[in-house]
C-alpha cells in the first residue's frame, strides 16, 4: 500500500480562553447544531452557525412591522363600573410617567420598548452598514450585552397577574393586540436564540490564527477574541484596551450590591401600589401584596409574585456577597459551586422586573378617578432602581476572579 504524501500544511490549532474561568483550551471545528464548552467550568464558550444574517433581517424587519400594533393597541380589555377600558403598553407607561414617576416609567420603557427595538435596528446596521463600509464594532459589542435586558415575556406573565388582580373588579378580555404581542415576543425570542455574536465576528473582521507560545495568548474581555494585543495594547478585532481582568471589577461590583441592599429596605417597607376603592385608600407592600393574592384563592400567582419580587432580589444579594466575600477571602474550595451561583443569578435577576410591569398594566386599567383608582406607590422606584443594580452588579463581577485563589494555590503547591 502506497502512503501519499501531504502537499497541503496541516491547520493551525485554534486556542481559546474561557471567559468565565480563563482557561486555555484547544477549540474543535463545530458543525452548526454543536456548542463548546470550557473543560474546566462548563462555560458555554461558542456555539454552532445557527443563523445566516440574511434571515436575522426578516425576523427584524417583521418584529419592526409588529411593534407600532402591539404597543400602542389595546392589550387587555375590561368593563369597568359600566364603561370599557382599554389597555396598552405605551399606556401604562405614559400613565406611570403622568403620574409623578417619570424614572421608573423610562425603566419599563427600556425593557419592553428600547431593548427590543434596538435589537431589531441593529441588525438592519450590520447589514446595511456592512455594504455602506461603515464601523461595525459598536454595535457588535453592544449586542452582546443588550440580550439581558430584552424583557417581552416577562411583561407578557405581568399581563397575566395584572388580570388576576383586576378580575375582582371588572370584567376582562383580551385586546387586539395581544395576538400581536405574543408574536412580537416569539420573534424576538427567536432573535436572541439564534443570534451567534462570534460568527458576526468572524464574518465581518475576520481575524488570522494567533501564532506563538500558546500560554501567552490573552482574552479580550469585549469581544471574546483570544490573541496577542497590538502595539498599542489593544485587541486587533475590536480595539479594546486588552487587560488581565475587568478594571475596578470589585469595587463596582461592591458599590452596586450595597446601593441595592440600601434601595431594598424602602422597597419593602413603603407601598409600592394604592388602591382608591369607594372613597377608602388600600396600600399595598410587596408582601402584603402577596399575601392578598394568595388569600383570595391565586396561589401559583402569589408564588409567582413572590418568586420574582422577594425570593429573588434577596437570593441575589445574599449569593453576590458570598461571592464577593470568598474572593477577598481566596477561598479555593466549591469552585464550580459557586460560577454556578453566578450564572444562576445572572439568569434569574432580569425576572424581578415582573411587579413594576404588572403596576404599569394596572394603572392604565383601573383610573377612574377617587370612585376607583390605582397607583403606584413610592417603593415602586427603590424596587426598580434595586433591580438594576443587581443585575449590574452580576454583570460587573469577573467571575475569573473566583478562580485566581484556584490558580495562586496551585502556583504555591508547584511550588
Not at 419592526?64 to 407607561?93: D, H, K, Q, T, V
Not at 417597607?269 to 408582601?287: E, H, M, V, W
Not at 458570598?322 to 444562576?344: D, E, N, V, Y
Amino acid at each position: 500500500m502506497k502512503i501519499r504524501a501531504i502537499s497541503s500544511p496541516l491547520p493551525q490549532t485554534r486556542y481559546q480562553r474561557c471567559s468565565e474561568c480563563d482557561y486555555l483550551f484547544a477549540m474543535p471545528a463545530l458543525h452548526r447544531t454543536q456548542t463548546a464548552h470550557c473543560p474546566r467550568c462548563n462555560a458555554k464558550v461558542e456555539k454552532g452557525k445557527v443563523c445566516s444574517l440574511p434571515r436575522l433581517i426578516i425576523i427584524a424587519l417583521s418584529i419592526l412591522l409588529l411593534m407600532p400594533f402591539a404597543y400602542s393597541e389595546p392589550l387587555i380589555r375590561i368593563r369597568l363600573l359600566g364603561s370599557s377600558i382599554n389597555a396598552s403598553l405605551l399606556e401604562g407607561i405614559w400613565q406611570m410617567s403622568s403620574q409623578g414617576d417619570p424614572l421608573t416609567a423610562s425603566m419599563v420603557a427600556f425593557c419592553t420598548i428600547g431593548a427590543p427595538l434596538t435589537l431589531a435596528c441593529s441588525i438592519l446596521y450590520l447589514y446595511f452598514g456592512h455594504r455602506l463600509g461603515m464601523n461595525l464594532k459598536p454595535v457588535l459589542l453592544m449586542l452582546d450585552r443588550l440580550k439581558d435586558w430584552v424583557m417581552l415575556d416577562i411583561y407578557l406573565v405581568g399581563m397575566g397577574v395584572a388580570c388576576i388582580k383586576i378580575q375582582e373588579y371588572a370584567d376582562i378580555n383580551t385586546g387586539p393586540a395581544l395576538v400581536a404581542y405574543l408574536l412580537l415576543t416569539v420573534l424576538v425570542t427567536l432573535t436572541l436564540i439564534n443570534l451567534n455574536i462570534e460568527q458576526l465576528w468572524d464574518e465581518f473582521y475576520p481575524q488570522p490564527r494567533p501564532k506563538g507560545v500558546p500560554s501567552s495568548l490573552r482574552l479580550c474581555l469585549a469581544c471574546k477574541f483570544t490573541g496577542h494585543p497590538d502595539s498599542r495594547g489593544r485587541c486587533p478585532r475590536c480595539h479594546v484596551p486588552m487587560r488581565e481582568r475587568y478594571k475596578h471589577s470589585l469595587q463596582k461590583t461592591w458599590a452596586a450590591l450595597i446601593s441595592a441592599i440600601v434601595l431594598l429596605i424602602p422597597a419593602n417597607l413603603l407601598p409600592i401600589s394604592i388602591i382608591y376603592a369607594n372613597g377608602q385608600r388600600l396600600d399595598d407592600t410587596i408582601f402584603s401584596g402577596v399575601v392578598s393574592l394568595a388569600t383570595s384563592g391565586n396561589v401559583p400567582i402569589a408564588a409567582i409574585v413572590f418568586i420574582a419580587s422577594v425570593l429573588v432580589p434577596f437570593t441575589k444579594v445574599i449569593v453576590m456577597l458570598t461571592l464577593l466575600l470568598s474572593i477577598h477571602f481566596k477561598a479555593h474550595q466549591g469552585l464550580k459551586t459557586r460560577i454556578r451561583l453566578l450564572r444562576l443569578v445572572h439568569w434569574i435577576g432580569r425576572w424581578s422586573m415582573l411587579d413594576l410591569f404588572v403596576i404599569s398594566l394596572m394603572m392604565s386599567l383601573v383610573n377612574r378617578d377617587q370612585l376607583l383608582s390605582f397607583t403606584m406607590g413610592p417603593a415602586g422606584f427603590y424596587f426598580g432602581a434595586a433591580v438594576i443594580l443587581t443585575i449590574l452588579a452580576v454583570e460587573w463581577l469577573d467571575s475569573r476572579l473566583i478562580w485566581d485563589a484556584h490558580a495562586t494555590r496551585e502556583a504555591e503547591y508547584t511550588d
